[in-house]
């Protein structure tokens, strides 16, 4: 079993920037795919960020790129998403997760923290 937590999140005026961390423990996450997830009031869950246990390949989704760097530390089970140039529509609940392989779809993760709060004043 896996536990994921969630740190980092806050309030931030549009422009600013976020260091969201995820730890991971019970067991190594080490080869896992490991991904952060937001969802926004009234939204679909939507992959943001993700990066296989390498650290070869990443994945952003189109909105973030250029502003969104996810990083992870496999000797500390740790992982990081760096957010720069934040905007109002940047504001939702921000989920780490883990997965057993690399897929987009929410339904491949089989672990997932309680979330994080992020919000971008404009």
């Known amino acids: 079993q896996v536990q994921l937590v969630e740190s980092g999140g806050g309030l931030v005026q549009a422009g600013g920037s976020l260091r969201l961390s995820c730890a991971a423990s019970g067991r190594t996450v080490s080869m896992y795919v490991m991904g952060w997830f937001r969802q926004a009031p009234g939204k679909e869950r939507e992959l943001v960020a993700s990066i296989k246990w390498r650290r070869d390949t990443t994945y952003y989704a189109d909105s973030v790129k250029g502003r969104f760097t996810i990083s992870r530390d496999n000797a500390e089970n740790t992982m990081c998403l760096q957010m720069n140039s934040l905007k109002p529509e940047d504001t939702a609940l921000y989920y780490c997760?883990?997965?057993?392989?690399?897929?987009?779809?929410?339904?491949?993760?089989?672990?997932w923290g309680q979330g994080t709060q992020v919000t971008v004043s404009s």
């Open positions: 997760a883990a997965a057993p392989n690399w897929n987009t779809d929410p339904r491949n993760y089989e672990y």
